[in-house]
């Protein structure tokens, strides 16, 4: 079986992507999945709409980020996308004056205040470690001088289930890895408990653990309903510095 890391086709490949990204995270089901990607009602049809919905999102993201760079490992023998990943490459801290984020993807009800307030959380431990100086020291190599505030960011990896243990997450961490040393950009990312042994294996630090609990005075029925199904999630914040700097700068 030859699996092979690839640069995606925006054109084409974000409905295989989209499906490929909740299969991922259906086997096992992971809760917090519900936030950014919702299925509303139950069904087959539901969960068509839902990645179809997420489809069209992410390549709307991917068309207006400037910083958005999407990959995919495809298996060569049949052309399934075995796995995908975000990356962000940040020239500018995406912190210092962030649009509002308005997760549309939920009706305008409590459980979009609810998803409000998760991605609220969620954002926090990155946005504060993006303003630590460590982060804008300007890099230079080959005599070009990369701008002072660079970073490099994986937003979103997923590996589909039949394709696990075989190689498919550590693609994508090998060509981060080698992206973050040649250029001097120091790797940030944001683990699932199930992620966590193959950043560590890579060489990833433990920053800080994130726990994600939303909360409200005066919560309604649409939030609760969420709040149930969702519950608290954790996840931890992980970075790498790029080769030759010290631990000591991410503190």
């Known amino acids: 079986m030859a699996l092979r890391l690839q640069e995606i086709d925006p054109e084409n490949d974000f409905p295989a992507l989209a499906n490929c ?52 490992v495809v298996d060569e023998g049949t052309g399934k996308i075995a796995g995908g990943a975000l990356w962000n490459i940040h020239q500018q801290n995406p912190f210092e004056n962030p649009p509002p984020s308005v997760p549309t993807w939920f009706p305008d009800d409590g459980s979009r205040r609810f998803v409000e307030k998760a991605l609220e959380n969620h954002s926090r431990p990155r946005s504060q470690v993006a303003q630590k100086p460590h982060l804008c020291k300007p890099k230079t190599r080959d005599n070009d001088v990369l701008p002072a505030y660079t970073f490099l960011d994986l937003f979103i990896i997923f590996t589909h289930p039949e394709y696990r243990r075989k190689g498919v997450g550590q693609q994508f961490m ?14 940030y ?8 042994p193959l950043y560590e ?8 653990e994130n ?8 919560p309604d029925d649409k939030w609760k309903e969420i709040e149930n199904k969702v519950g608290p999630f954790t996840f931890w914040l992980m970075w790498r ?7 000591s700068e991410a503190q």
């Open 241 to 247: 510095p790029a080769s030759g700097s010290k631990p």
């Open 21 to 72: 990204l909740f299969e991922s995270y259906e086997e096992p089901l992971q809760k917090f999945f519900h936030v950014f990607f919702p299925i509303h009602g139950s069904g087959s049809e539901a969960r068509d709409e839902a990645i179809k919905e997420a489809a069209d999102r992410l390549k709307l993201w991917h068309t207006h980020d400037p910083s958005s760079y999407w990959q995919k």
């Open 189 to 196: 990312l944001d683990s699932t408990p199930y992620g966590r």
């Open 201 to 208: 294996a890579n060489g990833f630090t433990y920053i800080e």
């Open 174 to 187: 090998e060509w981060g890895i080698k992206k973050s040393d040649e250029s001097g950009l120091d790797f």
């Open 211 to 218: 726990v994600n609990i939303p909360a409200t005075e005066n």
